[in-house]
């Protein structure tokens, strides 16, 4: 019997395996293009060498592009948390009807198509004068980044026992103490993950980027899709690679801050 | 300085939730350093009525004093009230101390005093050791004790626990009981406890309030509603009792005539009873005041069903000709043998007529 349930397991790891192989492989076949030595991608590569590695960090408008981009994802995760924190405070005060309409509007910009959202905030931009500004691009980002601010922190306060909040005032603490004593020790897991979520979104954004970046906030994506439709070279293989390496680092520190203050907390994370 | 001798006076509150009555128009006094208990089922309206002390909930109608001051549009930070809550509601991310301690953060309480007072709260409920642990490192029995270290540290004007025992097992929860009562006696404060359990209310209150569909049934003493119950449902929500439906023939000059199957009676009436018309009624009869009736004396026939001991006590099952099963309670009494036919009566001294009632 017990064998049994193994090989089915064994079997299930198996097939799980090539799923996930399947999902995450052809993401990492620019770690060795950008490794290659050729001028040309080549996977596997003939030989090694990181001289890619060295014309991207030497060459300024990459440089540049890399450093907007940072810029934007500071600024757009900034905007999105609290924003994003603030809606979903509001949010849970609301009656149950009005709740979901409220809901139903913050996740709308996952829902309306991208570049829709990219035309009507090339002309609002335009028009108040953000266009080709990081605070431009970061507040657009901001609309892609808020969903998961809001859903995440919304977690956590469903997690939140009422009653904590009740003690606090019974023991005498206004609403910026309740806040800031119970509250938001509560919802720093969630805070943390839609941080990440946002940081991240925004980094790799290219279409509402493509729009309304400009010179001004040209990031790291729109440059490397500028430079993949003159030619294909390794260094944009390593500009991918540079991506993927900051997401994943994020990723695994956000996971660890969330699992570590859950842990604390006595709750389970908002986000695993 | 006079905190925790403050009365507490509920007037003419009421509650509702949409078509739901919470609370009828009730009035309640509470004495100042009085423990008195809301005992009642789910969704009588204790709950309610703590909450409105607190000011969680703001009530319909009416006034709610505290002392001489009238606190019913205060927010709960205004009162000066503790509160236990039945899931603890300790601060997960603080450390025992800070918990103890956040009440006095807020009222900005020197750091020297401060430190006095926690450990003094902390020494009280026995965990004078265990500042630094955090939350979750203690047990359920520990955690109940610092909610009301938390609560009391704070020298509360009024306290208030709810069902602050319902998470602990049968054998902690008597003697967290019994430290409650040990605390309020060597500090009375006035106390307003909510439960639905019978036992804890009779152990701990100085006042029982049982409540029923938003009012209260009866208040007083455990031992009034023991002895004196208005009506069956008290009589059944205290303790064990035999009610036998009996006919009440006439009431007048403070005497009822009863009469029932296989018995017939009189009863003074207690000068409060003016609940009793002639009609069906009940007596109540609690176990032991049930007793196997003298030779020559009238009785009701009964077969033994069942006997129990309870130590000295010997409880007895019996079933009377009219299908109607009665316990009986009696010290160091020979037990009698299954299937055997006695005549009982009882104390008529300590049986009640009540007003029929279909209790719930």
């Known amino acids: 019997m017990s064998g049994r349930y193994q090989r089915r397991s064994i079997l299930g790891e198996i097939a799980g395996a090539l799923v996930l192989a399947f999902l995450v492989m052809p993401i990492f076949a620019v770690v060795p293009a950008s490794v290659n030595s050729a001028s040309f991608i080549k996977i596997p590569p003939e030989a090694y060498s990181v001289r890619w590695y060295g014309q991207f960090f030497g060459d300024a408008s990459w440089v540049s592009a890399l450093a907007n981009s940072a810029e934007v994802a500071v600024l757009a995760t900034v905007f999105s948390v609290v924003i994003g924190t603030s809606a979903a405070l509001g949010i849970e005060r609301l009656p149950s009807a009005l709740r979901s309409i409220a809901v139903g509007l913050v996740l709308s910009p996952l829902i309306v198509p991208v570049i829709m959202i990219s035309i009507s905030l090339y002309y609002v931009t335009r028009s108040i004068g953000l266009y080709g500004t990081p605070v431009g691009l970061a507040l657009s980002h901001s609309l892609l980044c808020l969903p998961f601010v809001v859903l995440n922190v919304g977690v956590s306060l469903k997690r939140l026992d009422p009653n904590l909040v009740r003690a606090a005032e019974g023991l005498g603490a206004g609403p910026w103490r309740v806040f800031r004593t119970v509250t938001f020790p509560a919802i720093v897991p969630g805070l943390v993950g839609g941080a990440t979520f946002a940081f991240v979104t925004s980094f790799d954004e290219v279409v509402i980027s493509i729009f309304i970046a400009g010179y001004g906030a040209k990031t790291l994506p729109v440059k490397l899709w500028e430079q993949i439709r003159v030619e294909f070279t390794p260094v944009a293989a390593v500009a991918s690679t540079v991506i993927l390496g900051l997401t994943m680092v994020l990723f695994v520190l956000g996971r660890r801050v969330t699992m570590k203050k859950a842990a604390a907390a006595g709750t389970e994370g908002a986000w695993r | ?360």
């Open chain 2, 1 to 360: 300085m006079s905190t925790g001798m403050h009365g507490v006076s509920f007037r003419q509150v009421s509650k509702a939730y949409g078509a739901v009555t919470a609370l009828r128009p009730l009035d309640l006094e509470i004495r100042p350093g009085e423990f008195l208990t809301l005992l009642g089922p789910s969704g009588s309206g204790k709950t309610t009525l703590l909450n409105i002390a607190a000011g969680f909930l703001d009530p319909d109608g009416g006034q709610v004093l505290i002392g001489s001051r009238d606190v019913t549009v205060l927010p709960p930070r205004a009162r000066n009230v503790g509160m236990v809550f039945q899931n603890y509601a300790l601060f997960p991310h603080l450390s025992v101390f800070e918990n103890v301690a956040y009440g006095l953060r807020v009222r900005r309480v020197a750091d020297t005093e401060l430190r006095a007072r926690v450990d003094m709260a902390l020494a009280l409920v026995q965990l004078g050791e265990f500042g630094k642990r955090a939350i979750n490192q203690l047990s359920g029995g520990q955690q109940q004790r610092v909610a009301l270290a938390r609560a009391m540290v704070i020298e509360p004007d009024l306290l208030l626990m709810d069902e602050p025992l319902g998470a602990l097992d049968r054998q902690l929860r008597k003697h967290v009981q019994l430290e409650i009562r040990r605390l309020h006696n060597e500090k009375p404060r006035t106390t307003i406890y909510v439960t639905h359990d019978q036992e804890e209310a009779l152990v701990m209150s100085d006042r029982v309030a049982i409540m029923r569909n938003g009012r209260i049934e009866q208040i007083g003493t455990p031992l009034e509603l023991y002895d004196r119950p208005r009506n069956a449902y008290i009589a059944s929500f205290l303790g064990e009792s035999n009610l036998l439906p009996v006919q009440v023939s006439d009431v007048r000059g403070g005497l009822a005539g009863f009469r029932g199957e296989g018995c017939e009676g009189g009863w003074s009436l207690p000068d409060d009873d003016d609940l009793l018309r002639p009609g069906p009624a009940l007596l109540l009869a609690r176990p032991e005041a049930i007793r196997p009736a003298a030779e020559d004396a009238p009785g009701l026939e009964a077969v033994v069903e069942e006997t129990v001991h309870l130590g000295e006590l010997v409880a007895t099952r019996l079933r009377l000709g009219t299908g109607q099963m009665v316990w009986m309670r009696r010290m160091n009494a020979p037990p009698h043998a299954l299937g055997q036919r006695i005549r009982i009566m009882w104390d008529p001294a300590r049986a009640r007529l009540l007003p029929e009632e279909k209790s719930p």
